[in-house]
């Protein structure tokens, strides 16, 4: 197994840095799939008899084991390179399928949750952070389009799998024909088999195209001052360790914690929240469920899209500022989604776009931000670890929007004033967010890693 090794990823001198984001996308676009569960929600609650929050366990079940593989595993990621990483991940990932699929045609909810929620998740977590410290050392000089890029996949993800999984569940279910129509649970078992296959054989493609950049290589024309020089950004570097010690590492975890319980809320119900905003006096929906899993798509293209230009234009407004946007004008718009966003559905869709931008963006600043607080040593490492915010807001999101739903009545009767009570707090948590967001200072010189003195620098050797 030594061709996994990080020795065997080194590129050679000459080696296109742009070849690299495409090996990025490869995993996270498969990993992204956690954002299409709400496709077949509706079809696992028929299925097992149970409840909105029972079903939605399965997607917390995951992201927690992301968010705590990730901080696990970040030191052991950024030891021995992206590609052992995605690897393991890919193992992970498609078993987690095969598990569910498995729990799915035997009726045993508990299988899918050791499924695709713990196996799943594992290879969520370690396939996540694989590919950002990478990018993030080939595009120094860009930091935030480097983690835009990296993780605009996981956002995109859903923009794939949502249409295909409603035209395979189409596909394996003979009633898919009929009004009013619910997949059954025969078909989103056969879903399952056949992403294990597909994604399997996608992030192997990733894995063995990924490559880290040798000691010392640096863009042409590229000069670290100037990047140092930027308010908020060191040319120092804090250990994993130490990093976990600092005031500012918790802030940033409120902030990325408060952003995501907002916007995850929402994703993890996107298709039946629709239906329900526009629900008519007879119980029947002015969106369709076609409808439904298109408006899944759209915003896969927002959470997509929110990554990679929010987190790009970062690196010219600096990361706490724009932090102060994704949380204080994604404020203003929760409450219009909450007290107007059902009066038409152009403008509910148009506020949840751009908040699911704002969500989406704050995965892909993040990483820059924490490279330009803590710098590039264990920068992988580090993300990691703040990666349980997500694991917290993986529960908390959920959580709140089902456990108010539950209170509120039937799933497939429910009304725009169902949701008011959850959108609220996303509210408050959004404010709170902002305030820590304000705190974040530099890191304190005591943090930092000693700098090697001249005399103790080696030369590096000619290149022949």
């Known amino acids: 197994m030594s061709w996994l090794d990080r020795e065997r990823t080194i590129a050679p001198p000459g080696f296109n840095r742009w070849l690299i984001p495409p090996a990025a996308l490869a995993v996270h676009l498969c990993i992204g799939q956690a954002y299409a569960t709400s496709v077949y929600k509706t079809a696992l609650v ?26 696990v595993m970040g030191t052991w990621v950024d030891t021995n390179g992206p590609r052992k990483a995605m690897f393991v991940s890919a193992l992970f990932w498609s078993g987690g399928f095969l598990v569910g699929s498995l729990g799915i045609f035997s009726g045993q909810l508990w299988l899918v949750y050791l499924g695709y929620g713990f196996i799943g998740g594992i290879g969520l977590g370690i396939g996540y952070i694989s590919p950002v410290s990478t990018l993030i050392k080939w595009f120094p000089d860009r930091p935030g389009l480097a983690t835009g890029m990296a993780i605009m996949g996981f956002g995109g993800g859903a923009l794939i799998a949502s249409p295909v999984s409603t035209a395979l569940l189409g596909l394996y279910d003979p009633n898919s024909g009929a009004e009013g129509w619910v997949a059954s649970g025969d078909a989103v078992g056969k879903l399952f088999l056949t992403l294990a296959v597909v994604y399997l054989a996608y992030m192997m493609f990733g894995a063995f195209t990924i490559r880290v950049p040798a000691a010392g290589w640096k863009p042409a024309g590229f000069d670290p001052a100037t990047i140092a020089a930027k308010p908020l950004v060191t040319s120092n570097n804090v250990s994993a360790a130490n990093a976990i010690r600092t005031r500012q590492f918790w802030l940033v975890w409120v902030v990325l914690f408060c952003n995501v319980t907002a916007g995850i809320g929402i994703l993890e119900q996107a298709a039946p929240m629709i239906q329900d905003f526009f629900r008519q006096p007879d119980g029947s929906s002015l969106v369709s469920a076609v409808v439904a899993g298109g408006f899944v798509g759209l915003l896969s293209i927002a959470n997509m899209g929110g990554r990679f230009a929010w987190s ?22 929760y409450l219009l989604l909450a007290l107007v966003g059902s009066s038409t559905t152009a403008l509910y869709v148009l506020l949840a776009f751009v908040i699911i931008s704002f969500y989406g963006g704050g995965f892909a600043t993040v990483p820059a931000y924490l490279r330009d607080l803590f710098g590039t040593f264990q920068v992988g490492a580090i993300h990691g670890r703040l990666l349980t915010a997500w694991s917290a807001a993986g529960i908390a999101g959920p959580l709140i929007v089902n456990g108010f739903l539950d209170a509120q009545g039937t799933p497939g009767e429910l ?32 943090f930092h890693e000693p700098v090697a003195t001249p005399a103790t620098v080696r030369e590096p050797a000619l290149e022949s």
Do not use: C, E, W
């Not at 028929?46 to 366990?57: E, K, N, P, W």
């Not at 690196?315 to 994604?330: A, E, S």
């Not at 004033?417 to 304190?444: C, D, E, K, S, W």
């Open 312 to 333: 790009a234009t970062s690196d010219k407004t600096g990361r706490r500022n724009i932090y102060m946007v994704y949380l204080g004008v994604g404020t203003v718009l």
């Open 46 to 71: 028929a299925h097992f008899g149970v409840s909105l929050t029972q079903i939605g366990l399965i997607f917390s079940i995951a992201i927690v084991m992301l968010g705590l593989s990730a901080a």
């Open 415 to 446: 009304t725009a004033q169902a949701y008011q009570p959850a959108l609220l707090t996303m509210v408050g948590l959004l404010v709170i967010g902002f305030i820590a967001n304000l705190f974040v200072r530099p890191v304190h010189s005591t």
